[in-house]
């Protein structure tokens, strides 16, 4: 069967996504497993062979690779399974984007929305996928907290090195599930990028990726993904974005704003256009407000306006809501979905920002959440 009908709930007419059949988390339902079994997931030590937890499965396959991303896919399966549609897209580019790439570049590559355009191909760039968005991989800590009610360490599920959750979904299922995970996301910071190193050493030396029995290196996949892929060198996709080259070291201090640092590219790279775009991209010192420099912010910037001019299903382009459809749609955020499809009671009115416990933190209660009566009269989706 097509990964797609597998996804589904077939049996009921009602749209719904397929669940888990065997465990639920204090009630709340986990993805479905995989069909194919046994999988290749890590099981608890000292397990049963019976109560094997099974990888999870959804629309991307790397759903298993780290516990918060099954948490994430899991809150959307949930949350889609309450309201059909749920509005990703706003949340995504309201809430999140402008905070990587900086107000300012947001306003300059974007802008206010301008309506749909068929000519517009919405697909992901190479680039984008391959380099710029892989941005991420250094905002990632070391550690994985889990906490408890009071945003304190959790006393029965302590926190964790990232690679003890690398394809162990049985850590949600018998670790308490979703929650604590949720308010280490809530209320720890990401890792904040240090130009002296990068990547935290779980991801260089101990990464795993189903199949393959040794540990993998994340920066040497991203380097070489990008090589695979024929990119063109950092200084190409700087005069695409129409900034200057950096054609000498000093050119590169500048932009990086490290001499130690440039000695070091330069005597692995010799001369600033064979810099691979991932490595020079992150090099650059960040935009002010932003957690990338100016060449990913434009990469970024491009690719988001594309995503949004191209899509026809875009939700602020007339006729997909109606007008009073589309101003309860700007009341839902991150916070409330957290609310509504965990054990969570407390959260921060923007989960994309970080704040201390429990000053910054808000009852579920008092987050706004759409009134679903804008949709009774079934003006939608015209
Ligand atoms: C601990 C967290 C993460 C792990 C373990 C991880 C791991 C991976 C792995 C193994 C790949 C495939 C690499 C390859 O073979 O080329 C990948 C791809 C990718 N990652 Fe991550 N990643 C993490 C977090 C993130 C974050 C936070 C972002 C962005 C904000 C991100 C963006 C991407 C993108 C855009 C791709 C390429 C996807 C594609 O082309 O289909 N990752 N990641």
Redesign the pocket.
Known sequence: MHLEKTLRNLSSSEGLLAVNSEYSDDGRPYLPFVSVQPSACLQEPGSEPAARVECFTAGDS?VN??LPLSVLHTLWVRESDRKADSPRGIITMRDYVPKIMGREAFDEYLGPYAGYNDSVNPSVSNVF??AA??F??V??SPRLRRLNESFQEHQRFSSLS?HQTFFSPWRLVREGGLDPVLRGLLGRPAALQNQEHLMTEE?KER?L?LNIPETLD?AA??LQ?GRDHGLPGYNDWRAFCGFDRAETRSDLVELVGSGVLVEKIMDVYGHPNNIDVWLGGLLERPVSGARTGPLFACLIGKQMKTLREGDRFWWEHPGVFSPKQRQELQTHSLSRVICDNSGVTEVPLDPFRLGSYPEDFVFCGNVPSMDLEAWRDGTYMT
């Open positions: 790397r690779e780290i996928a391959t968005f892989r991420g991989h905002t990632i990232l991801l990464l990726v994340l996949l991203n993904r």
